[in-house]
């Protein structure tokens, strides 16, 4: 995500008889995570109907699986609210079935109705198993993650989403309106979306067929290792394309004087972040304009600018830049999310670099450096106590100390760690983290083993930095 900030300081149903097809080859997420979805939405409510199988490769035994229903932070009683100020009209998810491979099953919700955990017969490992899961989700009125404002709809986080199984279980962190709460695996996605014919529809993945029946249309959208799912919708949408080597790139926009300048630079971005970093993961690209209450937002294979987006060059490097941090290469967004935010900030600056602006990297670099550093010096001049720490859960942040800390200081980790062990070997270090993590969780130990393999130990270095005792102004010049 981009938050908007004016610097001011320097500036299918699983009926019986069908069968669980086993994973092939061709499968690259070990758990094989699909979810088939049947989606209509009429005025503000999705209903829905999904199903989601998996392999369990994560313990003998395992007897419940626990969902993630995002759409309940935006209910008027949220003990979680995804929203900050009172909305129009709020929002929510009520299920109305569970089965498990074809027999109804029974569920709860966590308290806070931001979970629902599922029983079923133990798996043991190796075991797939499915689940059809039939829901209807009420879109709020506004401009946020889940959302409809004007005619515009902002579709993500609508549907019950597998949990991580981290090890210990599956995660059940509490939302947060600071930074992005959102933390899933990758799966393959088959959708069909049917709405009212007016709307211009993008979604997350490609498009494979449309057809019509009298004010409706259906809408079929397929892609593999999409970490999550999202579509935008408006009537009054206009779309332009390009082509980024084999990558379609899309723009939705309603108003843009500037509209084929964007979809150049996200082209070029893509070109630009593939030959750096590793080819670019998705099928398609799609960046769309959104009413909403962040400069940008970031999906698998779509990133949403926002209307009023205060500068949408660098919002669209940075969220075009979060297809392989994030998108392709998670981390963990409640106690990791210098690693993405860090590395989309560095890629967004660095991409001048790499198209052979070096000056206007270094500039872009500094009035990061300068707002940070001047940031950590009114705190100790302050004598404010804040810890500057990156490696806090998100929930310990204010908007501003989480832009400061999470964005601007892990960004400055990055460019220290390229100045020290020099471009070519921090290039290397990227290419082989993204390498080794495409599709599954990175984090700052896959990033660690990556700079093992290129650059050499960087564990003092990092951990100097995430820390709150080293202030970045011993590292960092201006
Ligand atoms: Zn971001």
Not at 337 to 354: I, V
Not at 379 to 398: D, H, V
Not at 439 to 465: H, N, Q, S
């Amino acid at each position: 995500m981009k938050k908007i900030l004016i610097i001011l300081t320097v500036a299918a149903i699983m009926a019986a008889g069908i069968i669980l097809t086993a994973c092939t080859d061709k499968d690259i997420n070990d758990d094989c995570l699909t979810y088939d979805m049947k989606l209509s939405l009429t005025e503000n409510v999705i209903t829905g109907e999904q199903t989601v199988r998996y392999k369990n490769i994560y313990v003998d035994g395992l007897g419940q699986t626990t969902f993630h229903l995002y759409a309940n932070a935006y209910n008027e009683d949220a003990a979680n609210p995804a929203y900050t100020t009172e909305l129009s009209s709020y929002g929510g998810i009520e299920i109305d079935s569970v089965s498990v491979n074809g027999n109804p099953a029974e569920y709860v919700l966590s308290e806070d109705k931001e979970y629902m955990t599922v029983s079923h017969e133990a798996l043991k490992k190796g075991d797939e198993i499915s689940f059809v899961i039939n829901y209807r989700t009420t879109v709020p009125e506004g401009n946020l993650r889940l959302s409809m404002l004007n005619g515009s709809y902002t579709l993500s986080g609508f549907y019950p989403q597998m949990s991580v199984y981290d090890g210990e279980g599956f995660r059940t962190d509490k939302f947060s309106a600071v930074g992005d709460p959102i933390y899933s695996s990758c799966g393959d996605y088959t959708v069909s979306f049917e709405c009212d014919q007016s709307l211009v529809v993008c979604s997350s993945v490609k498009t494979s067929g449309i057809s019509t029946s009298g004010e409706r249309q259906t809408i079929s959208f397929n892609g593999s290792n999409i970490r999550d799912f999202a579509i935008v919708c408006n009537a009054n949408y206009n779309v332009i394309n390009g082509k980024a080597g084999e990558v379609t790139v899309y723009y939705f926009y309603e108003n843009d004087e500037n509209a084929q300048e964007t979809l150049n630079l996200a082209v070029r971005a893509v070109e630009t972040y593939g030959k750096a970093f590793g080819a670019y993961p998705f099928d398609t690209y799609t960046v769309a304009r959104v009413p909403f209450v962040c400069d940008g937002m970031e999906y698998s294979g779509l990133s949403l600018i926002a209307n009023n987006c205060v500068d949408v060059t660098e919002t669209v490097l940075h969220e075009t830049a979060h297809q392989w941090w994030y998108g392709a290469v998670g981390s963990d967004p409640i106690n990791e999310s210098y690693m993405d935010e860090g590395l989309a900030t560095f890629s967004a600056a660095y991409y001048y670099e790499l198209i052979g602006e070096s000056d206007k990297f270094v500039e872009e670099m500094k009035s990061i450096k300068r707002a940070y550093l001047s940031y950590e010096r009114l705190q100790q001049k302050r004598n404010s106590g804040i810890c500057l720490a990156m490696n806090k859960p998100i929930y310990e942040f204010t908007e501003y100390q989480y832009q400061m800390v999470e964005y601007y200081k892990s960004c400055m980790m990055f460019d220290n760690l390229r100045e020290i062990f020099g471009d070519e070997k921090f290039a290397e270090c990227l290419k082989q983290y993204y390498e080794d993590n495409k599709f599954g969780i990175g984090g700052l130990e896959a990033f660690r083993a990556a700079g093992e393999k290129t650059m050499g130990d960087i564990k003092g270095l990092t951990e100097a930095w995430i820390g709150e005792k080293v202030v970045a102004t011993t590292f960092a010049e201006e």
